[in-house]
């Protein structure tokens, strides 16, 4: 790759260590792409995971003197101090994530600790050259935004957080952002769980760059974030377009770069319902606990929960992940307070797969998002999936049907 000077002089070492393998890594990264120059960023937001090759790698680049060039967002790991004082979690874990959290703020990370930094904490205008690691930003910053990220890792990200800069391949290219996939969308779309289980059919769109036809003139954000979590779960997506709705597809011929598509798909009900089938535990039973917010809730949807249950008491506990944001404004607004009686809890910066749910171990839970129910299962958590009312329902009664 062709470097400016002052790129040049970060992998010469001119600067600090740090600085200087992080650029060796970026260069790494865009030779293996057949990138020709690096490009500046103006954002990014590090998937940090609180685990061990995470936490030696900022540690790493810390120790060597690196330092934070554009501050990142980074995702959530669990809270420390709710955990820990509730004894939740093992010693062994609470330190990782006490580790964790300040190894990022030496080296100048915006602690957010929120999945879904494109909402409300680190929005990108279009256009804008950024490194999103989380697998539901990057969709959401390309296709939803018309910013411009690839699929970083949070290593890469944090690379890109403290150079200050990416090597320019993939969607950063014009070329590389044309819809190659025609996806005609003929299931009811009435509800932002819908989009998830839209989500949820990678298998049958296959790999590429989808254009939705058929959906709604008005998308909200949580449907927006469902579809981008679930692409994201069922195959691996950097972008995607909705025809006359997201920024680059105005209609087909734009999406597509005046190409004829590669692929044409139909989704249907009965493909949400083979879906569902497959990835979800069967309904009729009895379940332990609910979970929602992964990716982290929006305070619509914490108040649509509040007033759900007002003046009920719950059956099953109930666990809603936010922001600190949405868990804050929920405490001034009284939300809080309304869920906690009912018996739920509003928990900030935390993941559902995470060692701080040792007590849910081999328990069964229902939740809104395929997402929450596919990577817990590692630590013994198995979720029926449904929609969100039937979800809070389910804490009421503490069944499903």
């Given amino acids: 790759m062709e470097l400016t000077k002052d790129q040049q002089a970060m992998l010469d070492g001119e600067y600090d260590a740090g600085t200087q393998l992080a650029m060796k890594i970026q260069v790494a990264i865009g030779e293996s792409f057949g990138a020709e120059r690096m490009v500046p960023i103006t954002r990014a937001h590090v998937a940090l995971s609180n685990q061990e090759a995470d936490l030696w790698f900022a540690e790493k680049l810390l120790g060597l003197g690196a330092k934070c060039r554009v501050a990142p967002t980074v995702n959530p790991g669990f809270n420390h101090s709710y955990f820990t004082e509730r004894d939740m979690v093992d010693p062994e874990f609470a330190d990782l994530m006490a580790r964790t959290h300040a190894a990022y703020k030496a080296l100048g990370a915006v602690l957010t600790y929120n999945c879904t930094p494109y909402i409300d904490t680190n929005v990108p205008n279009f256009g804008e050259v950024t490194a999103y690691s989380e697998s539901s930003a990057t969709p959401y910053v390309n296709g939803v935004w018309g910013a411009r990220s690839n699929r970083e890792g949070a290593n890469s990200a944090l690379c890109a957080a403290i150079t200050g800069y990416v090597p320019e391949y993939g969607l950063l290219l014009d070329e590389n952002r044309y819809a190659n996939i025609l996806v005609e969308v003929q299931a009811d779309m009435k509800t932002a769980y819908d989009y998830h289980i839209l989500g949820m059919c990678g298998k049958k769109i296959g790999s590429g760059i989808p254009a939705f036809t058929g959906l709604p003139k008005h998308v909200s954000k949580e449907a927006y974030r469902n579809l981008c979590a679930q692409l994201n779960t069922?195959?691996?997506?950097?972008?995607?377009?909705?025809?006359?709705?997201?920024?680059?597809?105005?209609?087909?011929?734009?999406?597509?770069?005046?190409?004829?598509?590669?692929?044409?798909?139909?989704?249907?009900?009965?493909?949400?319902?083979?879906?569902?089938?497959?990835?979800?535990?069967?309904?009729?039973?009895?379940?332990?606990?609910?979970?929602?917010?992964?990716?982290?809730?929006?305070?619509?949807?914490?108040?649509?929960?509040?007033?759900?249950?007002?003046?009920?008491?719950m059956k099953k506990e109930m666990w809603i992940l936010t922001s600190s944001l949405v868990k804050q404004i929920s405490e001034r607004m009284g939300l809080d307070e309304i869920i906690t009686e009912a018996g739920g809890q509003i928990v900030a910066d935390t993941c559902p797969d995470q060692p701080c749910w040792r007590h849910l171990n081999g328990k069964i839970g229902i939740t809104e998002s395929p997402k929450c129910a596919y990577y817990p299962q590692r630590r013994g958590m198995h979720f029926v999936i449904r929609d969100l009312d039937t979800c809070i329902d389910a804490a009421l009664t503490g069944e499903v049907k």
């Fill in 234 to 313: 069922s195959g691996a997506y950097g972008m995607f377009h909705i025809i006359g709705t997201t920024p680059e597809a105005p209609d087909l011929e734009t999406a597509f770069g005046g190409k004829e598509p590669a692929r044409r798909v139909v989704i249907t009900n009965e493909d949400f319902e083979k879906v569902l089938s497959e990835i979800s535990l069967p309904g009729d039973r009895e379940i332990d606990f609910v979970m929602f917010g992964c990716p982290h809730f929006t305070l619509e949807e914490v108040k649509h929960i509040a007033d759900k249950v007002k003046g009920q008491k």
